[in-house]
């Protein structure tokens, strides 16, 4: 162990966090106010995420951290070696051994279990924000579900583009209730926030809240009548594995305008990889 | 249908030293369906302010003025405007309208506050428009533009594009050339023949023996010019 | 007849100086009163307790709502005032930037009450809003545009589409049609009057503007000092004026 306390941050901070995220689960959906503290890392790279991992971390846990879906980016192995030192507890890359993933962006293509946790970064937590500035106004918007305003949001996507055009951070309705920004994870995953067996727990560090999503919750992706959710992906299979149900990230590859597309979820594509499975590009 | 009994008026100015003006003092009569009534009087006598008092544009001090049961001395705004809607029409001297609105909606406009559809209110408006010699290139401009005596007959059209049982007209014959006298003339000959009850102000003699049936003095009930 | 709207009492103070006090009338259906009186006379601040953006010191403002009747809605319950505020209610600002949302396209400026009462058809909220553009004389080719491409005149009848959409009973208007040029009122008039005849609105217009009261208004208050001064019908307090001050403003104005 180092000098420091288990997981970085003092027990009373902990504690503190850990009160906003109970809160959170009993009300799935509602943005906690937290007294976010000062981490070693700049807001913006997941201060949010890292201190509710802190705060939910146990030196039994596994901990895996994702960014993008790739565990092997800079982002995700800072988290990860972060918490190696400060907490020692054991990594991973694999998403089944895994009892607290820490993500960025995506939600892992395996289905999570029961007994997991799935912390996300969220560098805006309030879904109305971009339409109505006003924190006070947003507040009494969610405490009296005035939530017209976020089917304005979408109306103005198929008015420009002809069909709903947010294709992350697509705002979700939580157990009938609260209006939710789940985060920059792209539409594609919108449908695994629902019914999920793992808790969910989101956190913003600059914005000091905390909002959670207990097991098996209802999540609904807004929609029209005539324009329904639809959870979209690149139409190729990956060029790796050759899954066809993931979601792919783009790869430019060379000057000439060639491309290739590859799971965003490294260890998904390893995973199918080591089990004989083979896309177009692959070596 | 129109009834007056004791009505008297008195303006303060409260700007100009509290100054109070009696105008009318202790006016009573009455005017039957289907009658007209001639207002005479010198100039200052008292007339037109009498006919907005009856029309509920001035406020009377003193007595009741009933126009079909409806005492407007002591009535609220909202049953002062019905009564003015449905059973009491005024054809002033001046045309007072929304600039830019074509003169066909000006005319049909007192019908479409009845609720009457906007064709058939248009039809008859245009009928009135015809019949007061306004070309018909002119219906879809504003009449704010017009000459003074087409603004008169357009003021006419409106005031006569609902058969009020009780109509009120201060010199409606005023700037007009004969033809159009006329016709103004047999506008109110037929509302006398359905049955309104019309006071109006007329310094047409002419016109004035031509259809009224009596005339008043508001000399008589003026303070001032009694003695 | 039960009266859409009944104020009775109404009191608003800024420490000690009075915003308005001991406001009472009834407003039936269809009724358009005029508030009127000089800059600081209290007309606004009344206005704005009436809407519920103020809350007053003493007084009532009873509503008759459509599902349990005449309600105070100063006492009622904010979600269920805001509820008004959406769907019978009607607020038109004197700047149409107050009222509007200006990164929203026209359509969506208009659909939003549409939305906010749980319409979910995006070709069925379209139509409606592009509908509500023709009523206020907006080309229908604008649906997509956003405001900050119309001239102020345009923003203004924008304003009104977006509030009449849900075919409110109650406009409340402050100033509609203060800071637009001469020409660009008469349109303007002229389209609330025929809106207010054609949906039998009922409503209140703060104005200093004695022309715009004259065209549009039935009755009128006239406001000194936060007190009504004279009550009644817009051409009689016009023409025959009876307090000191009602004589004053009418011979103030500047025939033309």
């Given at each position: 162990?180092?000098?420091?306390?288990?997981?970085?941050?003092?027990?009373?901070?902990?504690?503190?966090?850990?009160?906003?995220?109970?809160?959170?689960?009993?009300?799935?959906?509602?943005?906690?106010?937290?007294?976010?503290?000062?981490?070693?890392?700049?807001?913006?790279?997941?201060?949010?995420?890292?201190?509710?991992?802190?705060?939910?971390?146990?030196?039994?846990?596994?901990?895996?951290?994702?960014?993008?879906?790739?565990?092997?980016?800079?982002?995700?192995?800072s988290i990860r070696t972060f918490f190696q030192r400060t907490a020692g507890v054991a990594t991973t890359t694999a998403t089944s051994d895994a009892t607290v993933i820490q993500t960025r962006h995506r939600i892992p293509e395996e289905p999570l279990h029961e007994g997991q946790i799935l912390v996300y970064q969220v560098p805006i937590p309030e879904p109305l924000r971009f339409l109505e500035p006003r924190e006070s106004e947003t507040r009494k918007m969610h405490s009296l579900e005035e939530y017209g305003l976020m089917h304005v949001k979408l109306y103005e996507d198929i008015s420009r583009h002809g069909h709903i055009a947010t294709s992350y951070a697509y705002p979700v309705k939580v157990e009938g209730r609260y209006v939710m920004d789940p985060s920059?994870?792209?539409?594609?995953?919108?449908?695994?926030?629902?019914?999920?067996?793992?808790?969910?727990?989101?956190?913003?560090?600059?914005?000091?809240?905390?909002?959670?999503?207990?097991?098996?919750?209802?999540?609904?992706?807004?929609?029209?009548?005539?324009?329904?959710?639809?959870?979209?992906?690149?139409?190729?299979?990956?060029?790796m594995c050759g899954a066809t149900d993931s979601y792919l990230d783009e790869l430019i590859i060379d000057d000439l305008g060639g491309r290739m597309f590859v799971c965003s979820d490294s260890d998904y594509c390893e995973a199918r990889q080591a089990t004989g499975h083979k896309g177009k590009d692959a070596a | 249908m129109i009834?007056?009994?004791?009505?008297?008026?008195?303006?303060?100015?409260?700007?100009?030293?509290?100054?109070?003006?009696?105008?009318?003092?202790n006016v009573s009569f009455a005017v039957a369906p289907g009658e007209c009534v001639a207002l005479t009087g010198a100039s200052g006598a008292g007339k037109s302010t009498l006919m907005r008092m009856i029309y509920g544009n001035y406020l009377t001090q003193a007595g009741e003025i009933r126009i079909g049961g409806l005492d407007i001395v002591r009535s609220e705004p909202r049953d002062i405007i019905k009564l003015r809607r449905d059973v009491l029409g005024y054809v002033s001297q001046f045309l007072r309208v929304v600039p830019r609105v074509p003169t066909l909606?000006?005319?049909?406009?007192?019908?479409?506050?009845?609720?009457?559809?906007?064709?058939?209110?248009?039809?008859?408006?245009?009928?009135?428009?015809?019949?007061?010699?306004?070309?018909?290139?002119?219906?879809?401009?504003?009449?704010?533009?017009?000459?003074?005596?087409?603004?008169?007959?357009?003021?006419?059209?409106?005031?006569?594009?609902?058969?009020?049982?009780?109509?009120?007209?201060?010199?409606?014959?005023?700037?007009?050339?004969?033809?159009?006298?006329?016709?103004?003339?047999?506008?109110?000959?037929?509302?006398?023949?359905?049955?309104?009850?019309?006071?109006?102000?007329?310094?047409?003699?002419?016109?004035?023996?031509?259809?009224?049936?009596?005339?008043?003095?508001?000399?008589?009930?003026?303070?001032?010019?009694?003695? | 007849m039960t009266p859409l709207l009944s104020v009775q009492g109404i009191t608003k103070r800024y420490g000690a100086h009075i915003g308005c006090a001991d406001v009472s009338f009834d407003l039936y259906p269809g009724e358009v009163m005029g508030i009127v009186g000089e800059s600081g006379s209290g007309k606004s601040t009344l206005l704005n307790c009436m809407a519920g953006h103020l809350t007053p010191d003493a007084g009532q403002v009873v509503f008759d709502t459509r599902t349990d009747g005449p309600r105070d809605t100063i006492t009622m319950s904010e979600p269920?005032?805001?509820?008004?505020?959406?769907?019978?209610?009607?607020?038109?600002?004197?700047?149409?930037?107050?009222?509007?949302?200006?990164?929203?396209?026209?359509?969506?400026?208009?659909?939003?009450?549409?939305?906010?009462?749980?319409?979910?058809?995006?070709?069925?909220?379209?139509?409606?809003a592009t509908d509500w553009l023709g009523r206020v004389e907006i080309d229908a080719s604008r649906v997509?545009?956003?405001?900050?491409?119309?001239?102020?005149?345009?923003?203004?009848?924008?304003?009104?589409?977006?509030?009449?959409?849900?075919?409110?009973?109650?406009?409340?208007m402050d100033e509609p049609t203060g800071g637009l040029d001469v020409s660009v009122q008469a349109r303007l008039l002229?389209?609330?009057?025929?809106?207010?005849?054609?949906?039998?609105?009922?409503?209140?217009?703060?104005?200093?503007?004695?022309?715009?009261?004259?065209?549009?208004?039935?009755?009128?208050?006239?406001?000194?000092?936060?007190?009504?001064?004279?009550?009644?019908?817009?051409?009689?307090?016009?023409?025959?004026?009876?307090?000191?001050?009602?004589?004053?403003?009418?011979?103030?104005?500047l025939q033309v």
């Open positions: 162990m180092t000098e420091y306390n288990f997981a970085y941050l003092d027990e009373q901070t902990k504690r503190m966090i850990r009160r906003a995220i109970l809160k959170g689960l009993a009300i799935p959906g509602y943005q906690v106010p937290f007294a976010s503290r000062e981490m070693p890392m700049p807001y913006g790279w997941g201060t949010g995420g890292v201190q509710v991992s802190a705060a939910v971390l146990t030196p039994k846990d596994t901990f895996k951290v994702i960014d993008q879906g790739a565990d092997d980016t800079t982002n995700a192995v920059p994870i792209p539409k594609f995953d919108n449908p695994k926030l629902g019914d999920m067996a793992a808790i969910q727990l989101f956190g913003a560090g600059r914005e000091q809240r905390i909002y959670a999503l207990p097991p098996y919750t209802q999540v609904v992706s807004l929609d029209f009548e005539d324009h329904p959710f639809e959870a979209s992906k690149a139409d190729h299979p990956c060029g | 009834d007056l009994s004791n009505v008297s008026k008195t303006f303060t100015l409260h700007n100009q030293g509290s100054a109070v003006i009696e105008v009318i003092s909606d000006v005319v049909a406009e007192p019908l479409r506050a009845l609720g009457v559809p906007a064709d058939e209110a248009q039809d008859r408006a245009s009928a009135l428009l015809t019949q007061l010699n306004i070309p018909e290139r002119l219906w879809s401009l504003s009449p704010t533009t017009f000459s003074g005596g087409e603004q008169q007959r357009v003021n006419i059209a409106r005031g006569f594009a609902h058969t009020y049982p009780a109509m009120l007209l201060d010199e409606p014959t005023a700037s007009l050339d004969a033809a159009n006298r006329e016709v103004v003339l047999s506008l109110i000959e037929d509302a006398k023949a359905r049955g309104a009850a019309i006071i109006g102000i007329f310094h047409d003699e002419a016109a004035r023996t031509h259809v009224c049936d009596r005339e008043i003095d508001v000399g008589r009930f003026t303070p001032g010019m009694a003695a | 269920e005032r805001r509820m008004l505020g959406r769907t019978d209610w009607a607020f038109v600002h004197q700047h149409a930037r107050d009222g509007l949302r200006m990164g929203v396209s026209a359509g969506g400026n208009v659909g939003e009450r549409l939305m906010a009462v749980g319409e979910r058809n995006y070709g069925d909220i379209r139509d409606k997509d545009d956003r405001p900050t491409t119309f001239s102020g005149g345009m923003q203004q009848r924008l304003q009104i589409a977006r509030n009449l959409v849900t075919g409110p009973r109650l406009v409340f002229d389209l609330l009057r025929g809106l207010v005849r054609d949906m039998g609105l009922s409503a209140i217009i703060v104005t200093h503007d004695l022309a715009v009261v004259r065209l549009l208004a039935d009755r009128l208050l006239v406001m000194k000092s936060g007190r009504v001064v004279e009550a009644g019908l817009t051409d009689q307090v016009l023409d025959d004026p009876q307090h000191a001050y009602s004589q004053l403003l009418v011979s103030s104005v």
